[in-house]
């Protein structure tokens, strides 16, 4: 069964920057794209960044264009450095992986295939 785990969320003030990796596990098709959300208490899950299985080709949300970078380390790795952190970047933030099933698929929406758990971050004033 596929799997994806996020890690490092943590707490971390203003300004500051954190890494989030994004595991994933028994995914063998090439098909795939990774992408990251966040949700916020009360508020709907929302885009972020998404880049697909080649890595070449890499998407953002316009709030994070700037500030939040996508990259692959390997088929089973994919991070997100995010800089110049907010207190409205609090939130639990997720990878997800979305199959590619045409070429208008789009990353920004939801729909996606297998989920993680999620991982906390939180930015301090």
């Known amino acids: 069964q596929v799997q994806l785990v996020e890690s490092g969320g943590g707490l971390v003030q203003t300004g500051g920057s954190l890494r989030l990796s994004c595991a994933v596990s028994?995914?063998?098709?090439?098909?795939?794209?990774i992408g990251w959300f966040r949700q916020a208490p009360g508020k709907e899950r929302e885009f972020l960044a998404a880049?697909?299985?080649?890595?070449?080709?890499t998407y953002y949300a316009d709030s994070v264009k700037g500030r939040f970078t996508i990259s692959r380390d390997n088929a089973n790795s994919v991070n997100l450095q995010m800089d110049s952190l907010k207190p409205e970047d609090t939130a639990v933030y997720y990878c997800?992986?979305?199959?590619?099933?045409?070429?208008?698929?789009?990353?920004?929406?939801?729909?996606?295939?297998?989920w993680g758990q999620g991982t906390q971050v939180t930015v301090s004033s």
């Open positions: 880049i697909n299985w080649s890595g070449r080709n």
């Open positions: 997800a992986a979305k199959r590619v099933r045409s070429i208008l698929t789009d990353f920004s929406i939801p729909d996606y295939d297998y």
């Open positions: 028994r995914l063998t098709s090439s098909g795939y794209g």
